[in-house]
């Protein structure tokens, strides 16, 4: 008998076909997520599940799932799993990193040069048919992009491709992580490690790529802003809740920055209505990996990783290998 899997949202056709050879699938064939009471009582009966980044997992929604025995997510980033709980009840984990890194750093410099030559508003003033002639004293005098200073806030994979791109701008590169990228990477993309506050007060571009988690909750706020030049932008490619964007609105009101490119938001997809007046940000709805083919590569490999988990093979993304290798060494001593 095949296992039973739920795939919680719409996805490509040769992503469930790829799963339909191996599990019977309870297909949620829509592209808003289930609501929590249902997303519960369809994990009831399920061996696996496909999740997307809107699927909150965490106790209650694990509480009847006592078969269940992995959730892959469609993302890299997982803060709507809640890891602990999942790794309590026994049920593995994956996430899908590497095949979103270049789309998410083509996003970051779309939303780069859009904010420091103000793109947007230029693109709604023709249409509105204010331009009434080419002026040399134009209202969209922006910022140069080439020669300026580009700094990153979390540089993983992501991050180096954002970085390496900004060789063909003759930018300066700095970073911060907690710990400094191996020699040979930092030489990969150019880029130079400083601490947090050195980072801050030299950009002229700051782009956001860490992960969530409750750590970094707000770790840019008004302090951090404060630190920042007045001709700089911030751009977030990242996830909502990394920047408060109470403090956020406030700078941008406040000119305290030039301008900001934001994807991601705190409470997405509801937005401070503040942010519609400002002409000063880009707003985009978290389309940072969004292209037909990494959403389909995505796609792929959460299914792969969901295939290799109820057959029994260690997954290529698993994010809590502990609970694997536990399942693991309980299969041995069972063994007869
Ligand atoms: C991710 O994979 O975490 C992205 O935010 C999805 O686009």
Same mark, same amino acid.
């Given at each position: 008998?095949?296992?039973?899997?739920?795939?919680?949202?719409?996805?490509?056709?040769?992503?469930?076909?790829?799963?339909?050879?191996?599990?019977?699938?309870?297909?949620?064939?829509?592209?808003?997520?289930?609501? #929590?009471?249902? &997303?519960?009582?369809?994990? *009831? +009966?399920?061996?696996? $599940?496909?999740? /997307?980044? @809107?699927? =909150?997992?965490?106790?209650?929604?694990?509480?009847?799932?006592?078969?269940?025995?992995?959730?892959?997510?469609?993302?890299?980033?997982?803060?709507?799993?809640?890891?602990?709980?999942?790794?309590?009840?026994?049920?593995?984990?994956?996430?899908? #990193?590497?095949? &979103?890194?270049?789309?998410? *750093? +083509?996003?970051?410099? $779309?939303?780069? /040069?859009? @904010?420091? =030559?103000?793109?947007?508003?230029?693109?709604?003033?023709?249409?509105?048919?204010?331009?009434?002639?080419?002026?040399?004293?134009?209202?969209?005098?922006?910022?140069?992009?080439?020669?300026?200073?580009?700094?990153?806030?979390?540089?993983?994979?992501?991050?180096?491709?954002?970085?390496?791109? *900004?060789?063909?701008?003759?930018?300066?590169?700095?970073?911060?992580? =907690?710990?400094?990228?191996?020699?040979?990477?930092?030489?990969?993309?150019?880029?130079?490690?400083?601490?947090?506050?050195?980072?801050?007060?030299?950009?002229?571009?700051?782009?956001?790529?860490?992960?969530?988690?409750?750590?970094?909750?707000?770790?840019?706020?008004?302090?951090?802003?404060?630190?920042?030049?007045?001709?700089?932008?911030?751009?977030?490619?990242? =996830?909502?809740?990394?920047?408060?964007?109470?403090?956020?609105?406030?700078?941008?009101?406040?000119?305290?920055?030039?301008?900001?490119?934001?994807?991601?938001?705190?409470?997405?997809?509801?937005?401070?209505?503040?942010?519609?007046?400002?002409?000063?940000?880009?707003?985009?709805?978290?389309?940072?990996?969004?292209?037909?083919?990494?959403?389909?590569?995505?796609?792929?490999?959460?299914?792969?990783?969901?295939?290799?988990?109820?057959?029994?093979?260690?997954?290529?993304?698993?994010?809590?290998?502990?609970?694997?290798?536990?399942?693991?060494?309980?299969?041995?001593?069972?063994?007869?």
């Amino acid at each position: 008998m095949k296992q039973k899997v739920l795939v919680c949202r719409s996805l490509f056709p040769a992503a469930i076909e790829r799963l339909a050879e191996y599990f019977e699938i309870d297909y949620h064939d829509r592209d808003v997520p289930l609501v #929590p009471a249902d &997303l519960a009582a369809r994990l *009831a +009966d399920k061996d696996g $599940a496909i999740t /997307l980044l @809107s699927d =909150r997992i965490d106790s209650q929604s694990l509480a009847g799932a006592t078969k269940l025995k992995a959730l892959c997510n469609v993302a890299v980033g997982y803060n709507n799993l809640d890891l602990a709980a999942i790794s309590r009840a026994g049920v593995i984990a994956t996430n899908t #990193p590497g095949v &979103l890194d270049e789309t998410t *750093a +083509d996003t970051a410099w $779309a939303l780069l /040069l859009a @904010s420091a =030559r103000r793109i947007v508003s230029a693109d709604k003033w023709v249409r509105a048919r204010q331009w009434q002639g080419w002026q040399f004293h134009d209202p969209w005098l922006g910022n140069d992009v080439h020669h300026a200073t580009l700094g990153i806030l979390g540089m993983g994979r992501i991050g180096q491709a954002v970085a390496r791109r *900004a060789a063909g701008f003759s930018m300066r590169v700095i970073y911060h992580n =907690r710990n400094p990228l191996p020699v040979a990477d930092e030489q990969a993309c150019n880029a130079a490690w400083v601490d947090k506050k050195t980072l801050l007060s030299e950009v002229d571009f700051l782009v956001l790529l860490l992960p969530y988690s409750p750590d970094n909750h707000h770790c840019i706020g008004r302090d951090e802003l404060a630190l920042m030049k007045p001709q700089a932008c911030l751009i977030n490619v990242a =996830r909502g809740g990394i920047v408060d964007d109470d403090a956020l609105i406030e700078a941008l009101q406040k000119r305290k920055i030039a301008g900001a490119a934001l994807d991601v938001f705190e409470n997405e997809p509801v937005l401070d209505p503040r942010f519609f007046a400002l002409d000063n940000v880009v707003l985009t709805p978290h389309i940072g990996s969004s292209t037909r083919a990494t959403r389909l590569a995505m796609a792929m490999l959460a299914a792969d990783n969901l295939i290799d988990a109820l057959h029994g093979r260690r997954p290529p993304n698993l994010l809590n290998p502990e609970v694997w290798d536990a399942r693991q060494s309980i299969t041995k001593e069972s063994a007869p």
